[in-house]
Structure formats: structure tokens, C-alpha cells
């Protein structure tokens, strides 16, 4: 990150403390690696498709493009990331039933090469 002159805030510590504030009162589900290749393994392919679905996302301290499974529990749909430090898990959609509705609106393109 930038250096940013002294006693201006940068937004870096304000988001770690409002991030760690939400996982103190979150469950986060925790899967191990074994989980985590059986979910991706019965996973559809396509994006919006029935959950659970494979895709890619960033891991949070690398920045590395890694793989993912955006996958439903307990009414939430969660995404798991297999980072280099470890398996991630956040909160992708706070109510399953709104996802699935929002998933009507999906608009379905490909890009044309020239």
C-alpha cells in the first residue's frame, strides 16, 4: 500500500478492525482441504449455476488468483478460497433464498472476439 503522510488515515486499519469486528459475531463455517476437493468436485462448472459452483477469486494477502466454491449452509451462501495460507471462507450472499432469486436477473454473455 502507498505510504500516506502521518495522521492521515489510510482506511487499512479501520477496515482490518471493522473485518475482525465481523467475524467476532459471523459463525464462519470452517472446511478442511479434503472438504474443500469434494465440494469442488461434484461443483457445476458454470457461473450461476446450482450451487455449489467452481470459480476463481483473489486470495486476501496474496492477491494471487486462486480457486473457489461459492456454496450454500444454513440459509447463507458462502465462498471458500484455497489460498496459499490456508482456507479462506467468507460470507458471498447473506440470504440464500434472495441469491437464488437474483439469479433469475443473471444476464448470460460471451465476449466476441475480433
Not at 461434484?42 to 467452481?54: D, F, I, Q, T, W
Not at 471462507?89 to 475480433?114: H, L, Q
Request: proline share 7%.
Amino acid at each position: 500500500m502507498e505510504e500516506v503522510p502521518e495522521g492521515t488515515p489510510s482506511g487499512e486499519k479501520e477496515f482490518e478492525e471493522l473485518t475482525q469486528h465481523l467475524r467476532d459475531i459471523v459463525e464462519y463455517p470452517e472446511i478442511t482441504e479434503e472438504e474443500f476437493h469434494e465440494l469442488l468436485s461434484n461443483a457445476s462448472r458454470n457461473y450461476g449455476g446450482p450451487l455449489p459452483h467452481r470459480t476463481w477469486s483473489l486470495c486476501p494477502e496474496t492477491r494471487d488468483v486462486v480457486p473457489a466454491v461459492v456454496w450454500e449452509k444454513d440459509g447463507k451462501v458462502w465462498i471458500t478460497k484455497k489460498c496459499p495460507e490456508g482456507m479462506i471462507t467468507d460470507v458471498y450472499y447473506e440470504d440464500a433464498k434472495m441469491y437464488k432469486r437474483f439469479e433469475e436477473w443473471r444476464f448470460d454473455f460471451k465476449i466476441k472476439s475480433y
